[in-house]
T-cell receptor, first 114, second 114 residues
Framework: DGGITQSPKYLFRKEGQNVTLSCEQN?????MYWYRQDPGQGLRLIYY???????QKGDIAEGYSVSREKKESFPLTVTSAQKNPTAFYLC?????????????FGPGTRLTVL | SQELEQSPQSLIVQEGKNLTINCTSS?????LYWYKQKYGEGLIFLMM?????EEKSHEKITAKLDEKKQQSSLHITASQPSHAGIYLC??????????????FGEGTQLTVNP
C-alpha cells in the first residue's frame, strides 16, 4: 500500500537535546512538507522541499533543520534552539505536475519535551 | 488578522442536524482544500475546489467556493457521530504554484451528539 509513514508516534526529549523525526513516502511524490500543529492554531509550515537536495523555509523554520537526500525521505531535526518544541508534527507530500493536487498526510509524531 | 479564517471554532450539534463551516480568505483562492482530522491523527483529504462557483459533494458533505473565490463553505447534511472531528481548510493563494504551498485555517472542532 502506498502512503506516508512517520516515526515514532510519540517522542520524549530532554531539554537541550536534538531529536530527529522520520518521514518516508512511497507515493513517488515530488514535494514533501513538515507542519507543526498546536492546540487551536491549525497547521504552520516549517520547511518544504520540491526536489531532492533542495528545500525552503516555511513560516516557522527557526530551531529546525531538514535534509532531502532521497525523494522518498524528508527527516526533520528539532534542535535545542527551538524554544517551545512540544507539539504535534505532521509530514505531507504531493505531486507537483498536472495542476492542483492535494497534499497527503502522515499519521503524525507527538513530541514532548520534559 | 489571519490570512485564512475559519468559523465557527467549535460546533456541537445533535445527530441528524445540518451544519455549515466557513473558510474566508483575505486573498484570492487559486485552490481550496478541505480536510478532516481525528484528534492525534493525520489529515484526511475531503475535497478540492478551484473554480469560482464550483460545488462538490461526497456522501453527505458538500463544499462550495464562492464566485469571487475568497470564501468556501462546507455543509454536512443529517450529521452523524462519524462526522465528528476537526475540519480544516487549506488555501493556495499563490498564483501558478498549483497547490505546492498551502496556508491552513485554525480548524473547526465538530461534536455530534447521538
Amino acid at each position: 500500500d502506498g502512503g506516508i509513514t512517520q516515526s515514532p508516534k510519540y517522542l520524549f526529549r530532554k531539554e537541550g537535546q536534538n531529536v530527529t523525526l522520520s518521514c518516508e513516502q512511497n507515493l513517488n511524490h515530488d514535494a514533501m512538507y513538515w507542519y507543526r500543529q498546536d492546540p487551536g492554531q491549525g497547521l504552520r509550515l516549517i520547511y518544504y522541499s520540491q526536489i531532492v537536495n533542495d528545500f525552503q523555509k516555511g513560516d516557522i523554520a527557526e530551531g529546525y533543520s531538514v535534509s532531502r537526500e532521497k525523494k522518498e525521505s524528508f527527516p526533520l531535526t528539532v534542535t535545542s534552539a527551538q524554544k517551545n518544541p512540544t507539539a504535534f508534527y505532521l509530514c505531507a507530500s504531493t505531486l507537483l505536475a498536472g495542476g492542483q493536487n492535494e497534499q497527503f498526510f502522515g499519521p503524525g509524531t507527538r513530541l514532548t519535551v520534559l | 488578522s489571519q490570512e485564512l479564517e475559519q468559523s465557527p471554532q467549535s460546533l456541537i450539534v445533535q445527530e441528524g442536524k445540518n451544519l455549515t463551516i466557513n473558510c474566508t480568505s483575505s486573498k484570492t483562492l487559486y485552490g481550496l482544500y478541505w480536510y478532516k482530522q481525528k484528534y492525534g491523527e493525520g489529515l484526511i483529504f475531503l475535497m478540492m475546489l478551484q473554480k469560482g462557483g464550483e460545488e462538490k459533494s461526497h456522501e453527505k458533505i458538500t463544499a462550495k467556493l464562492d464566485e469571487k473565490k475568497q470564501q468556501s463553505s462546507l455543509h454536512i447534511t443529517a450529521s452523524q457521530p462519524s462526522h465528528a472531528g476537526i475540519y480544516l481548510c487549506g488555501a493556495d493563494t499563490y498564483r501558478g504554484t498549483s497547490g505546492s504551498r498551502l496556508t491552513f485555517g485554525e480548524g473547526t472542532q465538530l461534536t455530534v451528539n447521538p
